[in-house]
């Protein structure tokens, strides 16, 4: 350890599993179990919002669909998306656990085999994607590193040979046997960033857009040599969409413009074209450029300090700088007097947010012909809502909140970082003290500072991080199974501490609905004593005393009071809320306050007898059914047709 102002701070430790070091391990685990606040985890609901013509908005399962103002996105919100890409017919999206979905109509070209209007798509629903990109034709990049593309193929866009209708990857040699990790694409041609920050394109070559020196089009990914040649480390690219120009940025944080100079899009000054990747000179606001894009004839880059700069074509609006024809040669900054948190360029439209939250949007927003803003516009609707995420197609507009990182108290001495080394480790552990559990209280302090830990890594770890360790993933939840529902030897805080873990990571571990029945009613046998009538319970779960509950129920009682909502999403939550509470008044009262903190009306239980409730105090026959409910409360009334209340 090392010491720091006094405080000791743990750095390192080797845990080993043979049997002389189980006190020493053991002793070790449950210290580091115990750290108060050792999680400060950032809730995410990601709410989805977007502008798209009348016509279209059934792409994006819009619930308020209007040409110039933003709508819900309610099918894809419920998604709770980490990556979504409009396509020009077609929106993909890459929902919480990884699952590729499309969402469009029977005509779309992009469905690959889906069912519209929203579908995983089927041949692919056994991987599990980190990103993708779409316009013309469509790029996914799984957590495995594998590429699929999919759409027109004419001039070999998609990098391979086969049938363009339905997904396929792309060969791993084509890219020199590197893992990928950024995809782009454009109108007729696509690019790829590896690992090590080499530079991959192929499709259409006209007017030098692939970067080769040439304008030749290139069937499978190839690697552009000038950058390469030149140790050029590139950590992003974008490609024009509908048109002939590439955008690459390096990591020193210099941007590399490549195709087509018209209207002066590659920033360098004239109009002329480059077939290899030439330095823009431009100083920019004289700090590194850290994100880049290309839209339809325009181009945009942030720097480090939060200052936007656009280029090219004036048409629209689209630059931002209030004129609607012409064109820009060189950087031109945008929302000078604003410092800018993340922004985005598609086709004729960009979007800038603000550090403080403030969100603009300016160019040919949608297909209305007053839909045209030449200077930044202030967006209500979007302002303070953390939108950090667009995506946009020559139709339609997207916005949602970006995923957000697992944050760190700054008082934590310990955390252990997720990994399948990590899991491994704590897998052997958990093996050897289960073991060892009906020997004494020592094994089963062991299991639940194990337990503890690996929920704790659970909560910090990519849906997909044990993927590829089947055998490992298997051994982890069969030794986790067991404590939670069969081994009888293991007391209450035993089972409870690998029921919450098993909760934490079902996604990682593959729990099947059946295994999740019988970790649900296990618990109701923890948290619900069969002794206590309604109103007990309810104190118990307030926190006060009640004499006919063992301390260890107690302590389980407690640890799913403060759990219960980071772990279950919220449909699954209302589920087994229900299986456990038995219709009692006033638990679910209780309950339904809870909720309304959490998450606002959307989720209140809502009783259309009820005289205090707020919605039939407003109630007249003009206004809701003859039933006495109204849309709303058919939608989120949760209560079975069994029930009294009803």
Not at 172 to 200: C, D, M, R, W, Y
Not at 413 to 440: E, H, N, R
Not at 514 to 541: M, Q
Not at 608 to 634: A, F, L, M, V
């Amino acid at each position: 350890s090392t010491s720091v102002g006094g405080v000791h701070t743990l750095k390192h430790t080797v845990l080993t599993g043979d049997g002389g070091s189980l006190h020493i391990a053991s002793s070790l685990l449950h210290v580091l179990s115990k750290i108060s606040s050792p999680i400060r985890l950032d809730e995410r609901f990601v709410q989805v919002q977007a502008m798209a013509p009348l016509e279209h908005s059934s792409l994006l399962g819009l619930m308020s669909p209007t040409d110039l103002k933003p709508g819900i996105c309610g099918e894809l919100t419920r998604l709770q998306p980490i990556c979504i890409a409009c396509g020009e017919d077609s929106t993909f999206v890459i929902d919480s656990r990884g699952k590729l979905w499309v969402c469009g109509t029977s005509t779309s070209s992009l469905l690959a085999g889906a069912t519209p209007p929203l579908s995983p798509i089927p041949l692919l629903e056994g991987e599990r994607f980190q990103s993708v990109v779409a316009n013309t034709h469509v790029l996914a990049l799984s957590t495995e590193g594998k590429v699929y593309s999919w759409g027109p193929n004419a001039y070999s866009q998609l990098g391979r040979g086969g049938d363009g209708k339905l997904p396929m990857q792309i060969p791993h040699e084509a890219f020199g046997n590197e893992p990928v990790v950024k995809l782009a694409v454009g109108g007729q041609h696509s690019a790829a960033i590896t690992k090590t920050g080499k530079l991959f394109t192929w499709g259409r070559g006209g007017y030098g857009r692939l970067g080769h020196g040439n304008s030749e089009d290139v069937g499978t990914p190839s690697e552009v040599q000038k950058l390469s040649l030149s140790s050029i480390e590139i950590v992003s690219v974008a490609c024009g969409l509908g048109d002939a120009h590439t955008l690459a940025l390096s990591r020193d944080g210099s941007v590399y413009a490549f195709g087509d100079g018209d209207y002066g899009k590659l920033g360098l000054g004239n109009h002329d074209r480059h077939r290899e990747p030439t330095k823009i000179t431009s100083a920019f606001d004289g700090s590194p450029v850290v994100e880049i894009w290309c839209g339809a004839q325009i181009s945009g880059c942030l720097t480090k300090a939060g200052a936007l700069f656009s280029w090219g074509s004036c048409s629209e609006g689209a630059l931002g700088n209030g004129q609607s024809y012409g064109s820009v040669d060189v950087p031109h900054q945008v929302l000078k007097s604003h410092k800018i948190q993340t922004a985005y360029f598609s086709h004729r439209r960009g979007v800038a947010v603000t550090t403080i939250g403030d969100v603009y949007i300016w160019g040919k927003i949608n297909s209305s012909p007053t839909s045209r803003i030449t200077t930044p516009k202030l967006v209500p609707q979007w302002c303070g809502k953390n939108f950090t995420e667009f995506s946009g197609s020559s139709t339609a507009f997207v916005t949602w909140t970006g995923s957000t990182t697992p944050s760190l108290n700054w008082s934590t001495p310990f955390t252990p970082t997720p990994s399948v080394a990590l899991f491994s480790s704590l897998s052997d552990i958990l093996q050897l003290s289960y073991d060892l559990c009906g020997s004494g209280e020592h094994a089963q302090h062991l299991l639940i500072s194990c337990c503890s830990l690996i929920e704790r890594s659970f909560q910090l770890a990519s849906p997909c991080i044990l993927e590829s360790a089947k055998e490992l993933r298997v051994k982890l939840r069969a030794l986790l199974l067991k404590l939670s529902v069969e081994k009888e030897d293991c007391s209450y805080e035993v089972r409870a501490a690998a029921q919450f873990c098993l909760i934490q990571g079902w996604t990682m571990l593959g729990i099947q609905d059946n295994e999740r029945t019988s970790i649900f009613e296990n618990l109701r046998t923890i948290i619900f004593a069969d002794d206590l009538d309604p109103s007990t319970a309810l104190n118990a779960r307030g926190g006060r005393s009640t004499p006919h509950v063992s301390p260890e129920q107690q302590l389980a009682r407690q640890m799913l009071k403060t759990k219960w909502k980071q772990l279950l999403p919220v449909g699954e939550m209302l589920e087994l809320m229900f299986t456990l509470l038995h219709e009692e008044e006033a638990l679910i009262n209780l309950v339904e306050q809870e909720l309304e903190k959490q998450y606002g009306p959307l989720f209140s239980f809502v009783t259309p007898q009820d005289d205090d409730s707020e919605i039939n105090r407003d109630n007249d026959n003009d206004k809701h059914p003859k039933d006495g409910k109204t849309d709303c409360q058919q939608q989120t009334s949760f209560r079975s047709s069994s029930s009294s209340s009803s």
